[in-house]
């Protein structure tokens, strides 16, 4: 197993009995530059029977808080500061892939951009997601590239 599949193992594992599991979240890369993860819509609509902008915002934060949590490095975490969501169109059916990418990693604080497309690729939401880095209460919890990634 490579340092990789660590991190993704450790997501996933964190992910247990959290939102992430319950919005159907499913981590499918995961590196200090860029992770990448997908959610069915189906469980996730609002009552017109469209992806909800919500779920779409838990996504967007989710996949930035992984990126930062790697970036942070050992002890410590990522607290997220601000999100905003730009929704494009609407979605029924299928799944929906959110990319964060890093747009700044720095000691303390890290933005990341985030973008969600449909099934066929067209992009439904653009976010940015801005955290900051703190000691991981008791500072016992690795966290970084090559270890563990609790959130």
């Known amino acids: 197993m490579n340092d990789t599949d660590d991190v993704l193992t450790a997501l996933r594992a ?3 009995g959290t939102l992430v599991e319950r919005l159907g979240i499913e981590v499918l890369e995961a590196r200090p530059e860029r992770v990448v993860a997908r959610m069915p819509v189906a469980g996730n609509t ?3 029977g469209l992806l909800h902008g919500g779920a779409s915002a838990a ?14 490095g050992p002890g410590r975490a990522a607290v997220g500061t601000e999100i905003s969501a730009t929704h494009h169109r609407g979605v029924s059916a299928g799944s929906v892939t959110a990319t964060a990418t890093a747009l700044f990693e720095g000691r303390r604080t890290a933005t990341y951009e985030i973008v969600i497309v449909d099934d066929e690729g067209r992009r439904t939401c653009t976010a940015r997601l801005s955290c900051m880095l703190v000691e991981r209460p008791g500072g016992d919890a690795a966290t970084n590239r090559n270890a563990s990634v609790t959130n």
Do not use: N
């Open 14 to 16: 964190a992910s247990v």
């Open 46 to 48: 609002q009552p017109h």
């Open 59 to 72: 996504l967007a934060e989710t996949v930035g808080s992984f990126a930062a949590t790697i970036h942070a």
